[in-house]
């Protein structure tokens, strides 16, 4: 199984991991700081902008993801990184989802 590419664009860091891990443990792994909250993905600290090289490289938001996203008027390309686990492909992160 192939390893799926995360890069974090404010620290420039870039990391390798399993499909199925979450960007928030992607994270941890590149040394990346991420304020978070409940972890569970129900309050939206941890919401990112997130850009993907192929339209499955996300496993998609489902509840409570989803409605966490929704309820704080974020759209599609943003995800909660407790949440939000990788598929395939290349993924790049940007902590700047709640700026826009
Ligand atoms: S830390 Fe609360 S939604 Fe991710």
Redesign the pocket.
């Known amino acids: 199984m192939d390893l799926v590419e995360v890069h974090f664009a404010e620290s420039g860091k870039t990391v390798f991991v399993q499909p199925g891990t979450t960007l928030l443990a992607a994270a941890g792994l590149a040394g990346v700081e991420v304020l978070?909250?409940?972890?569970?993905?129900?309050?939206?600290?941890?919401a990112m902008r997130v850009t993907c090289s192929r339209p499955d490289a996300m496993v998609a938001a489902v509840d409570p993801e989803r409605p966490?996203l929704d309820r704080m008027g974020l759209g599609e390309g943003c995800r909660?990184?407790?949440?939000a686990r990788v598929q395939c492909g290349r993924v790049e992160v940007r902590g700047d989802a709640l700026v826009d």
């Open positions: 978070t909250g409940c972890t569970r993905g129900m309050c939206g600290t941890d966490t909660l990184l407790c949440s």
